[in-house]
């Protein structure tokens, strides 16, 4: 999920913990899809609804910084 993805949900009016979930769903599909093959089954992490909330706050934050100036 890209950033403008992310903007674009919150403006529709999904929260902030939605779209973390939904965030973390994505990218831990995609950790396990790398995974699947044997030379890479060490690669990547998958995260937790904590990490994603933080990457999203940034997301958001950054956004709403921007767009004040």
Do not use: C
Not at 22 to 28: A, D, L, P, T, V
Not at 29 to 50: A, V, W
């Amino acid at each position: 999920m890209e950033e403008k993805d992310i903007i674009k949900k919150w403006k529709q009016g999904l929260s902030r913990n939605k779209i973390a979930e939904i965030y973390k769903r994505e990218y831990n599909q995609q950790i396990k899809i790398i995974r699947s093959s044997t030379r890479h089954r060490k690669d990547g992490r998958f995260i937790n609804s904590y990490e994603a909330l933080f990457y999203i706050e940034r997301v958001i934050y950054k956004y709403l910084k921007k767009s004040n100036k």
